[in-house]
């Protein structure tokens, strides 16, 4: 069974930094791209981040670049999603979904994880 674990959000001041995780199980980690999604409320899914497993190749929204840092760890069959100097902005829930590669579009990954909520205060 595919499962995807989302964890690490929480409450911080803008300025803060946190690092969610999404843990995966039940496929082959090497083989697929895991990225991130956000979702305000009354907004849509939106990408945020994507990692390609196999190759490394990282790809950044234009709204998270030069804050935001997605890495994997293969062994732990982990992906992690550093986020520095977090705007009110930012406040979300954030999902790891896993699919063949990477994409904007929300509509083309198969699994998803839970969510994990991210609220940063001004």
């Known amino acids: 069974e595919v499962q995807l674990q989302a964890s690490g959000g929480g409450l911080v001041q803008a300025g803060g930094s946190l690092r969610l995780s999404c843990a995966a199980s039940g496929f082959t980690f090497d083989d697929y791209a895991i990225g991130w999604f956000r979702q305000a409320p009354g907004k849509e899914r939106e990408g945020v981040s994507c990692i390609s497993s196999s190759d490394g190749s990282t790809y950044y929204a234009d709204s998270v670049k030069g804050r935001f840092t997605i890495s994997s760890d293969n062994a732990k069959n982990t992906v992690y999603l550093q986020m520095n100097s977090l705007k009110p902005e930012d406040t979300a829930v954030y999902y790891c979904?896993?699919?063949?590669?990477?994409?904007?579009?929300?509509?083309?990954?198969?699994?998803w994880g839970q969510g994990t909520q991210v609220t940063v205060s001004s």
């Open positions: 979904a896993a699919d063949w590669w990477c994409s904007w579009s929300p509509w083309e990954y198969d699994y």
